[in-house]
């Protein structure tokens, strides 16, 4: 079993990560309960970034309650692989200067142009993460 990974070394492999999986799961809360979703990913150092429009149902449910989370890794491949699980809380933004450096062709099916004042970034500021890599060899990162 490979030793546990702490500090610095911890937030690179977890930065790695962010950087590597372009698509993740995204839960927010409705009603109560989770509601989850696949979202493009995109990160400022160990926080969560996300585009979203304004008048889509995760803005109205972190308006409602910021509690969110974040999975991303594998992408279909089977164990051993890198897992990142964040639990946190995200906030609602209107950043034009984001948005515009996050902005990718494909997303003119959502959006007219990053322009679009529909346009909004959530960014998820993690409280834990836990980083799985391998058969279950779990680290664990805690904001300080």
Same mark, same amino acid.
């Given at each position: 079993m490979a030793n546990k990974l702490e500090g !610095?070394?911890?937030?690179?492999?977890? !930065?790695? !990560?962010?950087?590597?999986?372009?698509?993740?799961?995204?839960?927010?809360?409705? %009603? %109560?309960?989770?509601?989850?979703r696949y979202m493009a990913v995109f990160h400022d150092g160990l926080n969560a970034l996300f585009l979203a429009d304004r008048r889509s149902h995760k803005v109205d449910q972190l308006e409602d309650n910021p509690h969110a989370s974040l999975l991303l890794g594998l992408e279909g491949r089977k164990h051993p692989g890198v897992i990142v699980d964040m639990q946190g809380t995200a906030s609602i933004k209107k950043d034009e200067g984001i948005v515009k450096e996050l902005w990718e062709d494909d997303m003119s099916q959502y959006w007219d142009g990053p322009e679009d004042p529909n346009i909004v970034v959530l960014e998820l500021k993690p409280e834990t993460i836990v980083y799985t890599e391998g058969h279950n060899e779990q680290s664990v990162w805690k904001r300080s």
């Open positions: !610095a070394e911890l937030e690179n492999k977890i !930065a790695e !990560a962010l950087h590597k999986y372009e698509y993740g799961v995204l839960s927010t809360i409705e %009603d %109560d309960k989770p509601r989850s």
